[in-house]
T-cell receptor, first 116, second 115 residues
Framework: GENVEQHPSTLSVQEGDSAVIKCTYSDSASNYFPWYKQELGKGPQLIIDIRSNVGEKKDQRIAVTLNKTAKHFSLHITETQPEDSAVYFCAAPSSRSSGSARQLTFGSGTQLTVLP | DGGITQSPKYLFRKEGQNVTLSCEQNLNHDAMYWYRQDPGQGLRLIYYSQIVNDFQKGDIAEGYSVSREKKESFPLTVTSAQKNPTAFYLC??????????????FGPGTRLLVL
C-alpha cells in the first residue's frame, strides 16, 4: 500500500519567516495530494491540495509543489504568523482505494510553532 | 467543520462498556470515514462506507463496529473488545467519486477517555 513519510516532525520559525514541510510517497500512480491544518482539539481542515497534472499551486501565503519524478511534495508557508501555529498533515491516495470511498494515507504530522 | 457534526465532544467509557460516537453530515456526500488519532501520530482508518448499507474495514477495525442506515449518518461503536480505546476519533466525508480522488472533510472530533 501507499507509504507517506513527513518531515520534519517539529518546526519552529520566527514570525515573518518561511516554513517548509516535505512529504514523500511510494505509489507512482498517486495523483492527489492534500494538506490539512489541525489546531489543538479540533478536526483537520483542508488548506490546499494539488493534483498530479500541475507542479505548483498557490493560495495567498500558502503554496504546494509537486515533484512526480522524485515522488515528493512540499508545503510552503511564507510570512508566517502566530496563528499559523498548528499541526500540519499531508496525505496521498491509498493504493487500496476502490469504489467511491477513495482512501487517503496520512503523514505523521508536523507541529509548526511560529515564535512572535 | 464543513457541515459535519460529531457528538459528544468528550466521552467516558467504563471497563466492559460499549459506547457509540455519532457522526452526521449535511453535505449530501456518499462516502464517509472514521479515523483514530493518537497523540503525536497521524490518522489511522478504522472503517469507511461508500454508500448506504455498505461499509468496509480499514487498517484498525478490530474492536469497532459501524452502521450506515442513512446517507447522512455513520455512527461508530467502540466495543469492550477494544482494549486501548483512549484516542481522538475523527469522522470525515467526501463526495464519493469512482473516477478520481475527492477532498475529505472532517468533523470536530470526539475525545474518548477510559475511566
Amino acid at each position: 500500500g501507499e507509504n507517506v513519510e513527513q518531515h520534519p516532525s517539529t518546526l519552529s520559525v520566527q514570525e515573518g519567516d518561511s516554513a517548509v514541510i516535505k512529504c514523500t510517497y511510494s505509489d507512482s500512480a498517486s495523483n492527489y495530494f492534500p494538506w490539512y491544518k489541525q489546531e489543538l482539539g479540533k478536526g483537520p481542515q483542508l488548506i490546499i491540495d494539488i493534483r498530479s497534472n500541475v507542479g505548483e499551486k498557490k493560495d495567498q501565503r500558502i503554496a504546494v509543489t509537486l515533484n512526480k519524478t522524485a515522488k515528493h511534495f512540499s508545503l510552503h508557508i511564507t510570512e508566517t504568523q502566530p496563528e499559523d501555529s498548528a499541526v500540519y498533515f499531508c496525505a496521498a491516495p491509498s493504493s487500496r482505494s476502490s469504489g467511491s470511498a477513495r482512501q487517503l494515507t496520512f503523514g505523521s504530522g508536523t507541529q509548526l510553532t511560529v515564535l512572535p | 467543520d464543513g457541515g459535519i457534526t460529531q457528538s459528544p465532544k468528550y466521552l467516558f467509557r467504563k471497563e466492559g462498556q460499549n459506547v457509540t460516537l455519532s457522526c452526521e453530515q449535511n453535505l449530501n456526500h456518499d462516502a464517509m470515514y472514521w479515523y483514530r488519532q493518537d497523540p503525536g501520530q497521524g490518522l489511522r482508518l478504522i472503517y469507511y462506507s461508500q454508500i448506504v448499507n455498505d461499509f468496509q474495514k480499514g487498517d484498525i477495525a478490530e474492536g469497532y463496529s459501524v452502521s450506515r442506515e442513512k446517507k447522512e449518518s455513520f455512527p461508530l461503536t467502540v466495543t469492550s473488545a477494544q482494549k486501548n480505546p483512549t484516542a481522538f476519533y475523527l469522522c470525515a466525508s467526501s463526495i464519493g467519486s469512482r473516477t478520481r480522488q475527492e477532498t475529505q472533510y472532517f468533523g470536530p472530533g470526539t475525545r474518548l477517555l477510559v475511566l
